[in-house]
């Protein structure tokens, strides 16, 4: 990723949300009207993708992160090894990037979006532990994509996908060795 024209901030009064687009009406009016509600109240952390350009900074892709407890009769035995119930976990809440920077083979900015949750996630759970990530994809055709970057399904409901915290380790740094 370009460090000097594209970064990740943290969600602030400085961005502009108003004129982000990912195809998903939903998706675009949670950014403009519920995500810094949902910061200032602590039920997520939102994270956005920016690039600068001519005209300024421009929001390109968010997601947003919460902590979470999965029912543990709701996951595979794999991601079971404690006893705890419910299951320490993360839930990426949502992941959105802008209509016109899908599809870019060389910057990549889906899988970037990614790994920025990733490293958020390990960086969270080297403090304060957690055992899995877990992503509800809003549609069937969105599995595919997730199962592509290393998440599972749970086997309780087909949109409901998982991956261990180790495993988003792996993901990382393997993807750095490649880069």
Not at 157 to 176: F, G, H, Q, W
Request: aromatic share 8%; proline share 4%; hydrophobic share 40%.
């Amino acid at each position: 990723m370009d460090r000097q024209q594209h970064r990740f901030e943290a969600l602030a009064p400085r961005h502009d949300l108003g004129a982000f687009d990912c195809g998903a009406e939903l998706y675009n009016k949670w950014l403009q009207n519920s995500a810094r509600t949902a910061v200032q109240a602590g039920t997520a952390a939102v994270t956005v993708l920016v690039r600068e350009g001519e005209s300024g900074v421009e929001v390109i892709g968010y997601f947003a992160l919460c902590p979470t407890g999965v029912v543990r009769d709701g996951m595979p035995n794999k991601a079971k090894a404690s006893s705890i119930d419910p299951i320490p976990a993360y839930l990426l809440a949502k992941l959105a990037l802008a209509e016109k920077c899908r599809g870019d083979k060389v910057q990549m900015w889906g899988t970037q979006l990614l790994l920025g949750a990733f490293r958020q996630v390990l960086a969270a759970s080297e403090s304060g532990g957690g055992r899995v990530l877990v992503v509800d994809a809003d549609n069937e055709a969105l599995v595919p994509w997730y199962a592509d970057h290393g998440f599972l399904p749970t086997g309780v409901n087909p949109l409901r996908l998982y991956m261990k915290i180790a495993t988003v380790r792996k993901y990382v740094s393997e993807y750095d060795e490649r880069r």
